[in-house]
């Protein structure tokens, strides 16, 4: 018989378990809830020896016995880490006792009732754990009866058990150079991660993992956590003077995250922490399993082949050249076709017209009609570029309602790329933005929307460090919810200038991303292997665009760029009326054989072989859920001398004899793993896609 999601084997222990790990926590003295465990899965019996392991004992009296052990620390009483709870009621007190109420289990979702011991406040911790991923989920929820400044509620502490070293893996970035996995030992202290840019923003994305230093691809523990929210957040990941790792997550990053008048609810956004065995690709692969099967509102659906005119028209898009453009690309192959920026208002450059959503009618003067309808009889779907949050100053919007913008009054608006943010948090600026989104949505047959959203704020007018931390993400959700609901065909891309808002948040409400402006697919390399640390490839929007590249002046065969873009949503961004005939020809083949591994590389799991960071023959292979497919990619990235490419080496398939689907060549999967498939590469910028079928 199965154990349940969640047991309560003696009064005050509860143990959360996932298909492959085991979360434990205790009540402790004073009623504080402590971590006891977070690892491989435990019996009851085990849970309560580990509930019972003592503190580590304080050396001395400058320290705690509570810092590193305790669920959800607040900066009151015998307990120096970071606060993940910091409360200002109006007569200056800060201190906080809290007893505990009860628990309440319900199927997957544990709910620990405090109420504060003096003042009308209760504090809710919820756990949550599924039956079919390895996700832990917690947040925490804050319901008062007094008016309170809430300066920190994180969404969770993580603890980590002690281990004997500490090392901290995360991905930064800015603009073109987003998701750079960065792996370092933690220093004693606290570092900080973090957004102050409005939305989730490509310097950090919010995710890191701990391991002891050793772990490998292929091997170690490893703790990781990232948070659900597309606004400002902060990661506090502490080494403590005692050793013990503590991180905390939440929303906000100065403080107060929020004023609460009585009668309120504060609720932090979800926090997910995941443990796994077997290295950090082990690692990955939770985490994808998770977000295809649990955020993605279609995370099992396969995505289109697009093509996107970005690259290819900039702002000098009009119907004849998008209609050229929709003409090759669906001889190309592709299913989706989406026009950028440029067909709207007045909007020839970044200059103007970003609030104006009216087709262009210098461009489009029968409106969108005519091109919808072309790339329909073409057989694709039509998508579309938005950036709904924005205003530029020339527009007609923005003559009509220079109030509209996050601003304070007096004081310079500063632009950044010629654009005002719009404060969608004033109920008109919100029913503005829902009512031209659905007349769009309504008049054409749209299927895609690329949702992008191109600065972040910089003065928050009236509603100060509220803004960062709430305001605007909240709004922003509201507003995608609707019309999702609404329009429920319409799929969306999230986009902020590439990858500055990938996280959980928006990815429960949209169905892939961009990651990251710079398509250089040498670049790409880095980017996606640093995407894929969290994020599966299914969510992961890839172009094939023209040689040089615009950003990076590289010229990469157009194969290697190919193979590059095939390990995630295929896309082409290309000026497809300047491609030659051979390299149509080649492309078009390529797209093919992309849709023949689409479900493996969509729907398998990603086994990374060989990193661009630290080889310059990266190689990754996507297996197929069922075990029977395998995609293998290889590249010559930095590659010198002509020496061939080792093969990679596929240890992970399931045994059986192993056929190249292309060329019939037959492998026993012993050799497989032994010796690796060997693709023949030894020129620098040599790539090759290898589809395996297991056929006995
Ligand atoms: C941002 C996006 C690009 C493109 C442009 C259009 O930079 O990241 O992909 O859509 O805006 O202005």
């Not at 120096?80 to 009860?102: K, M, Q």
């Not at 972040?456 to 100060?464: E, F, Q, R, S």
């Given at each position: 018989m199965s154990l349940p999601l969640i047991s309560a084997p003696v009064q005050g222990v509860w143990v959360l378990r996932t298909p492959r790990s085991a979360y434990v926590l205790s009540l402790g003295g004073q009623d504080v809830p402590l971590a006891a465990h977070?690892?491989?899965?435990?019996?009851?019996?085990?849970?309560?020896?580990?509930?019972?392991?003592p503190f580590d004992a304080p050396r001395g009296s400058w320290e705690s016995h509570l810092d590193g052990r305790e669920e959800y620390p607040s900066d009151s009483g015998m307990r120096?880490?970071?606060?993940?709870?910091?409360?200002?009621?109006?007569?200056?007190?800060?201190?906080?006792?809290?007893?505990?109420?009860?628990a309440e289990i319900d199927g997957g979702h544990l709910r620990l009732r405090y109420t504060e011991q003096t003042r009308p406040l209760r504090l809710t911790l919820h756990y949550r754990v599924g039956e079919r991923h390895d996700v832990v989920e917690r947040w925490a929820e804050l319901r008062t009866d007094v008016p309170v400044e809430v300066v920190r509620a994180d969404s969770a502490a993580w603890c980590l058990p002690p281990r004997e070293g500490t090392r901290l893996s995360t991905l930064h970035g800015r603009w073109g150079a987003d998701s750079r996995l960065e792996r370092t030992a933690l220093p004693d202290g606290t570092l900080r991660l973090g957004s102050r840019r409005t939305t989730t923003s490509p310097m950090h994305n919010p995710w890191f993992a701990v391991d002891d230093g050793a772990a490998t691809?292929?091997?170690?523990?490893?703790?990781?956590?990232?948070?659900?929210?597309?606004?400002?957040?902060?990661?506090?990941?502490?080494?403590?003077p005692n050793g013990r790792v503590v991180?905390?997550?939440?929303?906000?990053?100065?403080?107060?995250?929020?004023?609460?008048?009585?009668?309120?609810?504060?609720?932090?956004?979800?926090?997910?922490?995941?443990?796994?065995?077997g290295g950090f690709g082990a690692a990955s692969r939770a985490w994808h399993d998770y977000v295809r099967g649990a955020v993605?509102?279609?995370?099992?659906?396969?995505?289109?082949?697009?093509?996107?005119?970005?690259e290819a028209t900039g702002f000098r898009l009009d119907e004849a050249n998008q209609m050229a453009l929709a003409e090759r690309a669906a001889a190309l192959g592709c299913e989706l076709f989406v026009m950028d920026d440029g067909w709207f208002g007045n909007r020839v450059s970044d200059n103007a017209g970003l609030g104006d959503w009216q087709p262009n009618t210098d461009r489009f003067p029968d409106g969108l009609g005519p091109l919808v309808k072309r790339v329909h009889e073409l057989g694709m779907r039509f998508g579309i570029w938005v950036e709904p949050e924005m205003v530029n100053p020339d527009s007609d919007l923005y003559r009509a309602h220079p109030d509209w913008v996050y601003h304070s009054p007096g004081y310079p608006r500063d632009e950044l790329r010629n654009q005002l943010v719009l404060d969608v948090g004033r109920p008109e600026v919100a029913a503005w933005m829902h009512g031209w989104l659905d007349r769009l949505l309504s008049e054409y047959d749209i299927a895609f929307v690329k949702w992008d959203m191109n600065r972040?704020?910089?003065?928050?007018?009236?509603?100060?460090d509220l803004l960062w931390s709430s305001r605007h993400a909240l709004n922003l959700y509201a507003v995608l919810d609707r019309l999702r609901?609404?329009?429920?065909?319409?799929?969306?891309?999230?986009?902020?200038?590439?990858?500055?808002?990938?996280?959980l948040g928006i990815l429960a409400r949209t169905d892939q991303v961009w990651p990251s402006d710079n398509t250089d697919a040498s670049d790409r390399l880095h980017i996606q292997e640093g995407f894929s640390q969290l994020y599966p490839s299914r969510a992961m929007t890839a172009w094939v665009t023209d040689a040089p590249n615009f950003l990076t002046g590289n010229r990469l065969p157009l194969r290697f760029r190919f193979h590059v873009a095939m390990a995630g949503v295929l896309g082409i961004g290309g000026d497809l009326p300047r491609w030659?005939?051979?390299?149509?020809?080649?492309?078009?083949?390529?797209?093919?054989q992309y849709k023949r591994i689409r479900p493996i590389v969509q729907q398998g799991s990603l086994h990374r072989l060989r990193s661009p960071r630290t080889s310059p023959a990266p190689a990754l292979a996507y297996l197929s859920a069922d075990g029977t497919e395998a995609a293998v990619f290889q590249f010559l990235d930095g590659h010198r001398y002509g020496e061939p490419a080792p093969p990679a080496r596929l240890p992970f398939l399931p045994p059986g004899t192993w056929q190249d689907a292309d060329t019939g060549t037959g492998y026993a999967s012993a050799f497989l793993a032994a010796h690796g498939l060997d693709a023949g590469l030894f020129r620098n910028h040599d790539s090759a896609v290898t589809h395996l079928r297991r056929v006995a």
């Open positions: 977070w690892g491989a899965p435990v019996d009851d019996e085990a849970a309560i020896a580990l509930a019972k392991v120096f880490t970071e606060p993940a709870l910091a409360l200002r009621f109006p007569d200056d007190g800060r201190t906080v006792r809290w007893v505990f109420g009860t691809e292929t091997h170690g523990e490893v703790w990781s956590a990232a948070l659900a929210w597309s606004g400002t957040w902060r990661a506090d990941v502490q080494r403590l991180a905390n997550l939440g929303a906000g990053h100065e403080s107060p995250v929020a004023r609460l008048r009585a009668g309120t609810t504060y609720e932090a956004p979800k926090s997910c922490g995941l443990w796994t065995d993605l509102p279609h995370g099992e659906e396969l995505r289109p082949v697009l093509y996107n005119s970005w972040p704020v910089t003065d928050p007018g009236p509603y100060g609901h609404d329009h429920p065909h319409v799929r969306f891309e999230s986009c902020a200038s590439g990858g500055g808002r990938v996280d030659t005939l051979e390299d149509q020809t080649e492309a078009a083949a390529l797209i093919a």
